[in-house]
């Protein structure tokens, strides 16, 4: 009986005394406060969460190579995924989707831009077998990589519900091999084709009558006089140079992510990379369009190699100049000396 009673006491008077000492603390703070004696590790979040409330850059220590790694979060991070999962949607979405709706009105208001004096029957070589192979392996390249880039940016948003989550998998990991292995044909592509048109792409005086006449493209029967590429084909072939190189800089950056050294260069190196991608694949979709169902006779020049000599008047008649002149002249005629 007396152990009965002394359980009996504990158990009434423990709870009894814990519901004092509550109201002790509550009434009095400051004697807890007191009482209360942080631990090294607490101190350490503490300092840790502080950090993360004023926005400030957090290392650590690593013992491996990268180090990128020891950066556990930064300030520029944040706003870099913020940039990717909602800016570079809008600016995708607003130039391809801004492109396609300017090509589709022009091609109801002005219609297909047809050879004016209908073809001749005759055709003169615009470009040779490896002008040609250079072109289609820089551009189907450069489509797959389109592709691919774009579903980094809308597939989750596009094609994940459409097929699911087990064939968008599938499908992103071979994009993603595509976009990686085949940056390099596109960049050996466009390396040639730098080397083999750039001298017939030099600006000239010539091409600002071009652009006053408006390339030709509002009027059914007049074309500005134009040499080898018009100041239009100028500007796609530049627009190709100046994205490529950029894109391929970029792009090596992202393939070899410890070159940059620095966490912030990558990230500013990922956003050039897909702001100049979207804004490149806008101006190839002109370019598709002007070399396919927007102008009658232009397919030929980059399919057959060879296109009519009506078209090729009309859209290049001192290039066809030239052209005939080197074929009439004898293969033995001496050429001009300058005079002394």
Known sequence: ????????????????????????????????????????????????????????????RVSIPDGMAASLIQPAGRDWRDFQRSKLPWIGGIAILGMLAVLAIFLMVRGRIRVHQGFSGKTILRFASFERFTHWLTASCFIVLALSGLNVSFGRTLILPLFGPDAFAAMSAWAKLAHNYLAFPFMLGLAIMFLIWIRDNIPGKLDLEWIKQGGGLLSNDKHPPAKRFNAGQKGIFWIVIIGGVLMSVSGWFLLFPYLPANVTALQFWTVIHAVIAMLFIAAMLAHIYIGSIGMEGAFDAMGTGEVDLNWAKEHHSLWVEEEQAKASAPPDSPRAVPAE
Do not use: Y
């Open 1 to 60: 009986m007396p152990g009965s009673l002394s359980i009996l006491k504990l158990a009434v008077f423990k709870p009894l005394l814990a519901a004092l000492a509550l109201l002790f603390v509550l009434a009095h703070p400051a004697a807890a406060q007191l009482s209360f004696k942080p631990t090294a590790e607490a101190v350490q979040e503490d300092k840790l969460l502080n950090a993360l409330k004023e926005g400030d850059k957090i290392t650590g």
